[in-house]
Structures are given as C-alpha cells and as structure tokens.
C-alpha cells in the first residue's frame, strides 16, 4: 500500500489514516498557518453534521465521533505545526462480516483489495466510508482558514433517488434548510417527498442513489493554474476519495453537451466596478481559474452497495457461485450522509489551492 495515496494537497496537506475496524480514522494537517482560530467545538460540529442521527434512513451503527485532537491546536488556536485529530471507533461489529471470508460483496472492493492485498479488510477497512470522518475534520480546519478571507463552502442534496430538488437554489435557503431535515436538502417540502423514496427502497431491502450539490462563494477571480492544476483538477480527484462517488460536473455539465454556444457562453457585464456573468453555465471556473462567480459543481453518488436482498458472488477459494445475504447496519442512501463530506472536501480542495495562489503572489 502506497502511503501517498492517503495525501492529498500541496500546501494545505492532509494524510487520512486508520480504518473502519481498527482502533480509529483520524487525519493529519500540515501547512496550516500558525494562529488561525479554531475551536474543537467548531470541528465537533461539523463532525456531528456527518452522524446519522435518530432517522429511520440511515445506518444503525451509531459511533460518538468525539473528537481528540492530539497537537497542532492549542487554546483555540493553531500553533503552526502539524495538526493531528482522530476518532475512536467504538461501535464497530466485525462478527457480522466474518461470512464473508471468501465470498466478496457485489459493489463494494472486496474483490479488487482482495486481487491487489491478498485478502478483504473487515467492514471494507480504508476503502469504508467510515474514512471520510477525516475528511471532514480537515474541511472544519479548512472551512476556518477560508471564512477568515470571505469564501464559504456549501452543499445540500440536490436528487435522492427519482426526487429532485428543481430550479434556483438561493444560498441562503441552503444555509437555512439543509441540515434541519434528514436528507440534508434545502427544500423542507421536498425533504420529505425524498425520505419517502429513501424509505421504499429500505422497506424493500434495497437502497437508492443520490446527488449532491456543492457551492463556493466568495473566490476571487483569477486564483487557481491552468491544465493539470485547475480548480476543476483538484476538487475532482478529491472528490473520487469519498466513496460511492461516481460522477462529478461543474456549472451546466452534462447539459452543456445539448446546448448552444450562444446559449451556454456566460455573458459579461459590470456591476459596481466587477466583472460578473449574467449566467453561470461555466461553474465559476474558465481555464481551470475562477472567474469570481460562485464554483458550482455536483456529484453523484452510487446506492449503498450493502443491502439485505439476496445477492450473487463467487467463493474465491473454490470458484464457485455461490448465494449471499449482507448483515450489519448501513445507510440506504449514502448521499445523505455525503452532504456534509463534500462540504467539507471543498473546502480542503481550497484552502490548498487559495495557499498556493497567495504563495506565488508573495513570490511575484
């Protein structure tokens, strides 16, 4: 196993470590400037944001996620040098994966870390979705160090299923909604129309997919690099460490590929002395820079791999098909509980990328 492949960021750094099973998840942090205030509170908030709560629409597995932060915040403050939070996994049950042994669950990577490893981890080990609570202990850091110069990440469930949350979404509506309902989507009204088609699949021992759509404000146009190191880029591999994401577009997206160029083509003007868009169809971003209108991008996330309707595998001792039944607690829907990981991820995305750019100014 590659260590690299748990970093991500240049300048804004995080290294995820443990796993599902194991003692705990936790993150490191270098890079962060020394002095930014922080609390744990602040950290524990956004962590509790990723807890299921008491919903019947999500996991049973109920893990406390208190935080422990082991150096690099001292009085609310950082002190400059690496950053180390963790987790305690508490709830976990691995008896009720012991079956498995030889028999890999449809769409979950136990047969490929089987191919490359030599066996499958309990609970999916690094590959579980357990591991983006590091991911948001980084994001509360990040979202700190981006708030002290105006730009704030968003997010709210966008489609759960077949129900989708149609038409303008303003930001304040977001702020407002998305995490006071148990989808975490901005429209209280369509909020239950979406539990309602998380609970069917439930009831039916399947479960359901989802969107996720995430918004930053508040960049100023002209931060980020061209090709291999635009915005795009770096939120993009970023967001393929969350799993269960299967697709990312920004601003129109794939809608773009229906549309006309006089159409999809983002028209200037000028309003108080800025340069602003009367649409947004790019995303905020032009040639991997920030065009200083709010970076818009969505991600889909695949159904919940684990569910209780009988499913086909291979035994990969004798090669023979065999029948499987999955045990355990897991969420019927995974975007639900992205929500507030893909916040959080963005903001990591930034904090790394607004570093850099402040850094080559400096230089310049």
Do not use: P
């Given at each position: 196993m590659s260590d690299g492949s748990f970093s991500f960021g240049s300048k804004f750094r995080i290294t995820v470590f443990g796993s599902s099973h194991g003692p705990s998840v936790g993150v490191e942090i270098e890079g962060c400037p020394k002095g930014l205030g922080i609390s744990e509170g602040e950290i524990q908030q956004e962590l509790d944001r990723r807890r299921p709560g008491s919903s019947s629409i999500v996991s049973g597995r109920k893990e406390e996620d208190k935080l422990i932060v082991e150096g690099g915040i001292k009085g609310g403050k950082t002190t400059g040098e690496k950053i180390r939070m963790l987790v305690e996994n508490k709830d976990a049950r691995p008896q009720h994966y012991a079956a498995f042994g030889k028999t890999p669950r449809p769409g979950h990577a136990d047969f490929t870390s089987s191919a490359k490893y030599g066996k499958m981890e309990s609970g999916?080990?690094?590959?579980?979705?357990r591991m983006t609570a590091a991911l948001v202990m980084a994001g509360a850091v990040a979202k700190k160090l981006l708030l002290a110069r105006g730009i704030r990440t968003i997010a709210f469930a966008r489609q759960i299923g077949g129900v989708k949350l149609e038409g303008e979404v303003p930001d304040q509506m977001i702020l407002d909604n998305a995490y006071k309902n148990d989808v975490?989507?901005?429209?209280?009204?369509?909020?239950?129309?979406?539990?309602?088609?998380?609970?069917?699949?439930?009831?039916?021992?399947d479960s359901i997919g989802g969107i996720v759509e995430c918004r930053i404000t508040g960049v100023p146009a002209g931060v980020g690099e061209p090709m291999f190191g635009s915005i795009e880029?770096?939120?993009s591999q970023a967001i393929f460490a969350i799993p269960a994401a299967k697709g990312i577009e920004f601003g129109a997206g794939f809608a773009a590929a229906g549309m006309l160029g006089s159409v999809h083509n983002d028209a200037f003007y000028s309003e108080a002395g800025q340069v602003r868009t009367r649409t947004n169809h790019a995303g905020g971003i032009l040639g991997g820079l920030s065009s200083g209108m709010p970076i818009v991008f969505r991600v889909a996330f695949k159904p919940t791999a684990s569910i209780l309707m009988e499913q086909e595998t291979v035994n990969l001792q004798t090669r023979r098909q065999e029948k499987l039944r999955i045990r355990g607690r897991h969420d019927p829907c995974i975007a639900i509980r992205a929500v507030p990981v893909?916040?959080?991820?963005?903001?990591?995305?930034?904090a790394d990328i607004l570093l850099g750019n402040e850094e080559g100014e400096h230089e310049a």
């Open positions: 999916g080990g690094f590959f579980s979705g975490h989507t901005a429209d209280m009204a369509v909020a239950k129309k979406m539990a309602a088609a998380v609970e069917k699949a439930k009831g039916a021992g880029s770096s939120i893909v916040e959080n991820v963005a903001a990591v995305c930034m």
